[in-house]
Structures are given as C-alpha cells and as structure tokens.
C-alpha cells in the first residue's frame, strides 16, 4: 500500500534506477513497517521541471500509505533526502517531499480495499 513517486529533472540510467527503486523499496518497508510486497515506487527521470528558478537537479517525490504518521512523515523526509542525496548527487534543499496518509477504505487492492 506505500506508494512513492519520484520525478527528477536528471536523467538514471538502467542500472542505477534498478538500484534506486531497489534501495527504495527496502527503506519504505523498513520505515513504515509495511512488508516490501505491498510498496510500489515509480520513478520518473528527465522531467521537464525548474526550481528556485533554475534546472540544476532537483527532486519531487509523493509518498502515499495508509496510517502515515506526521512522525514517520519527519522520518522518511531525512531517509528519502538522504538516498537521493546519495544515490542521485540531489542536495535536501533542491527535494520535495508530499505525504498523505490515505483511509484505509480508500486503498484498493486485489479487487477490494484493505478496509
């Protein structure tokens, strides 16, 4: 049920977008406690976007789930920051990050909703 999208303005190659959606996928399930076989992640390179009125790289991210905390919200903001950061070469500043914590009854799945 965690969903997170990802758009950059920076092309990834193959090789490390498998390895970015890998790290993801992994910190995702890690942090919200959900199991790695529920989390989805897209991932968007070479989008047309500027920020603070340049195109340096930059990145924007939506992460969705059911019981999203504003403390685990805090929390994936640093870790996600972070990957990119490391992974990507984007600084936290040039990153933002939309959370929404979605009701249970409006998460479908398998041909109904977890709720």
Do not use: H
């Not at 995702?28 to 406690?33: A, F, I, N, Y």
């Not at 603070?52 to 059911?66: M, R, T």
């Not at 990507?88 to 914590?101: C, G, H, T």
């Amino acid at each position: 049920m965690p969903y997170l999208k990802l758009k950059t303005n920076i092309s990834v190659n193959k090789e490390k977008s498998s390895e970015l959606l890998t790290q993801f996928s992994q910190l995702l399930s890690k942090e919200t406690g959900k199991p790695e076989r529920y989390i989805m992640i897209e991932l968007n390179d070479k989008t047309k976007m500027i920020f603070a009125g340049n195109n340096e790289p930059l990145a924007y991210l939506e992460f969705k789930s059911i019981g999203l905390s504003s403390e685990q919200a805090k929390s994936l903001s640093a870790s996600i920051s972070q990957l990119i950061n490391i992974q990507l070469k984007i600084p936290a500043d040039r990153v933002y990050i939309e959370f929404s914590n979605c009701p249970i009854n409006f998460w479908g799945w398998n041909g109904s909703t977890f709720g």
